[in-house]
């Protein structure tokens, strides 16, 4: 369908990816009160399950990159995850951040009016319990609210899970590369969004998803001629770390 008649977009067009980009420790609540004083009003973060059920924010399935702590982090405890220093990695400004829950961040986006992008980043072999858990957490944290958050992944098993958890959530399937059933993926898990590097994004593939009845949005874009490009296809919403740069009101 065209555009113009697509279901009406409740969320900004500007994400801030992880919460403030690269200025400050991605997925921690210091990034997402950085990416606010920036004026930015959506947020995307990365969600997993700790071994013990917790719902925690980290993108990597290893804990080294970002945190003083070893191993798989979905097979920790959320006792252990908790005790970790998540910025000291980044700058010593950070030094003894913690990993928040995704609870805890939700929270802080609803008492703030803020919007989130939930990307469900399960450890491998959790992806149908994440998105369950995420959708069923996110369904409880926004009831009674005019616009819930968007819940994204890569994996349709993750996406079939946070169906099944809470089917009125919006969804979106994640794209880093070209499939050529991703219109007919997208379909399947009742996804209002196509979420793909913005390398995928051309005349014909936005021209495609909004005839699909799809949203377009684009990662991660950090310059100003990827972003005009985007822009000027009709894409619906893109993702970016450089929070310094671009204005969210744009």
């Not at 924010?57 to 982090?73: K, S, V, Y």
Request: hydrophobic fraction near 40%; include cysteine.
């Amino acid at each position: 369908m065209p555009k113009s008649e697509l279901p009406a977009w409740p969320y900004p067009r500007w994400i801030a990816h992880r919460g403030a980009g690269k200025l400050a420790p991605e997925n921690t609540l210091a990034a997402f009160r950085l990416g606010a004083r920036h004026g930015w009003r959506m947020f995307e973060c990365d969600a997993k399950l700790s071994s013990d059920g917790v719902l925690f924010l980290l993108h990597d399935t290893g804990l080294e990159r970002t945190t003083n702590g070893q191993g798989c982090a979905g097979e920790r405890s959320w006792g252990e995850l908790a005790q970790l220093d998540a910025g000291s990695w980044h700058s010593r400004e950070f030094a003894g951040e913690p990993l928040p829950t995704l609870e805890r961040v939700a929270r802080w986006c609803l008492a703030n009016h803020l919007q989130l992008n939930i990307e469900i980043k399960p450890t491998p072999g959790t992806e149908h319990a994440s998105g369950l858990a995420v959708a069923r957490l996110a369904a409880r944290l926004w009831q009674g609210q005019a616009t819930g958050p968007l819940l994204t992944s890569f994996q349709p098993a993750a996406l079939a899970g946070a169906r099944e958890g809470a089917p009125e959530l919006a969804r979106g399937l994640l794209l880093d590369e070209a499939r050529p059933d991703a219109l007919e993926l997208a379909r399947e898990h009742a996804c209002v969004a196509l979420v793909c590097n913005h390398r995928l994004w051309h005349a014909d593939s936005v021209a495609a998803a909004h005839a699909a009845g799809l949203r377009a949005l684009s990662y991660t874009v950090n310059d100003e001629e990827t972003a005009g490009r985007l822009w000027q296809l009709g894409v619906d919403g893109i993702i970016s770390d450089r929070v310094e740069l671009f204005s969210p009101a744009g």
